[in-house]
């Protein structure tokens, strides 16, 4: 035979423990601390997660802050760079016309010795040169070597004074025309 069990209960239910309000009392109490402890949990993996984040946008500024010294490292050669640029494009532009490299050549030949060209401008039409010569022999040599070239149609001497600085010579403006092709 089996044996009864006998339930002992050295706490015994309050009256009013047995009512609606007892027990959702007693359920509140007993969920109450599970959902305490859930959001301890919670609070406590956001608290440590903030550590994370914190030490990432650190780690991001210092990489933020490298890099800006790097790019301001770069902007002087950067600017050198364009500077080079605009001159080789310039280059460019200017060797693509085929009279400016003749007519160097062609002016490395008639120029005489004596002679310094301060401003050599070129374009489709003509040639100016200014410049100073140390004498007359110079002068009259670049004359006429500049009306012997079959090149250029029209000499022109616009303009021919002394030189008034501490060097001594003779300071000319020289128009050459090209003939028309």
Do not use: C, H
């Amino acid at each position: 035979m089996p044996a009864r069990t006998v339930e002992l209960n050295l706490l015994p239910k309050e009256p009013w423990e047995k009512g609606l309000l007892g027990q959702l009392l007693t359920w509140v109490l007993s969920v109450g601390r599970y959902v305490v402890v859930f959001t301890e949990l919670i609070v406590i993996s956001a608290f440590l997660y903030r550590f994370g984040l914190d030490r990432s946008l650190t780690d991001w500024r210092a990489s933020i802050k490298n890099k800006q010294a790097i790019i301001a490292g770069f902007g002087d050669l950067e600017s050198s760079f364009r500077l080079v640029q605009k001159k080789l494009n310039t280059v460019k532009s200017v060797s693509g016309q085929p009279r400016v490299a003749d007519t160097l050549a062609l002016l490395s030949q008639m120029t005489p010795v004596d002679a310094v060209l301060t401003n050599i401008t070129v374009n489709q039409e003509q040639v100016v040169l200014e410049g100073r010569v140390g004498s007359q022999t110079g002068l009259a040599t670049l004359l006429n070597q500049a009306q012997l070239k079959s090149e250029f149609s029209d000499v022109v001497l616009e303009n021919v004074k002394s030189a008034t600085d501490k060097t001594s010579g003779i300071e000319f403006r020289l128009i050459l025309t090209f003939k028309p092709t």
